[in-house]
C-alpha cells in the first residue's frame, strides 16, 4: 500500500506542517519536513488556481527529494470580494503584511459590508517520483467575523466561523479545528485515494 512510503511535506509554513502532520497522521501517514531533507529551495507559485499552485510545488519538492510529495495550496473565498482573496490570500493586502495584518486589512475592508459568506479551500496535490499525480480537494464554508478572536491556528483563522459555529477557526482546539477544516477534508479525502 502506498501509504507505507515515506511522504515529504512541499510547504515550509510552520503553521500548515503542524496541521498537516497532526492530520496525516490520523490517517496512519508518516511525513517529514523540507527541512528535516535539507532542502531549502524557492517554489514559484506562478499558477492561477490552487491545483496549479499545488502542483507546482508538489512536483518541484518531489524532484529535488526523490519521494513522494504532498502540497497544500489554499485560501480563503469571499462571497462579497467576488470570490478573492483565493490563490492569493497570503499576499492579500500586499507583501509587507504579516497574517494579523491581512486580517485586520480584511476586516477594514469589510467594514459596511453585511453579507460576510466565505469558505475556505485547500487543493492538496502528491506527486510521486514516477510522475503520478494524486489530487483532492476539500471546502468548510462559513462567514467572515467582524473581529478578531482567537489566539489559535494561523492565516485567517481568527476572522473565519465554520457553518454551525460560533467560535472562529483560531477559537476552536486544534482537534476540533482539523475535523471540519477545508485542509483536514483535503488530506482525509487524499488519504483515500492513496490507501483505495
Do not use: W
Amino acid at each position: 500500500m502506498e501509504n507505507k512510503l515515506k511522504y515529504v511535506l512541499a510547504t515550509s509554513n510552520p503553521g500548515k506542517i503542524a496541521e498537516m502532520k497532526e492530520i496525516l497522521a490520523g490517517f496512519g501517514i508518516d511525513a517529514v519536513t523540507r527541512k528535516d531533507l535539507g532542502i531549502d529551495i524557492a517554489v514559484e507559485e506562478t499558477g492561477t488556481t490552487f491545483v496549479e499552485n499545488a502542483t507546482i510545488k508538489a512536483k518541484s519538492i518531489c524532484s529535488e527529494a526523490g519521494i513522494p510529495a504532498i502540497a497544500d495550496d489554499s485560501g480563503l473565498c469571499i462571497d462579497a470580494l467576488g470570490g478573492e482573496p483565493g490563490v492569493y490570500s497570503s499576499s492579500f493586502g500586499g507583501e509587507h503584511l504579516d497574517d494579523n495584518g491581512r486580517c485586520l486589512y480584511l476586516l477594514d475592508l469589510m467594514s459596511s459590508v453585511e453579507q460576510r459568506g466565505a469558505k475556505f479551500v485547500s487543493t492538496i496535490v502528491c506527486a510521486f517520483p514516477d510522475g503520478r499525480l494524486v489530487t483532492a480537494q476539500g471546502e468548510c464554508s462559513g462567514k467572515i467575523a467582524t473581529r478578531l478572536r482567537g489566539t489559535g491556528g494561523f492565516g485567517y483563522d481568527c476572522v473565519f466561523i465554520a457553518e454551525g459555529y460560533e467560535k472562529t477557526m483560531a477559537q476552536l482546539r486544534p482537534e476540533e479545528k482539523n475535523a471540519i477544516s477545508h485542509r483536514g477534508k483535503a488530506l482525509k479525502e487524499f488519504s483515500r485515494l492513496i490507501m483505495a
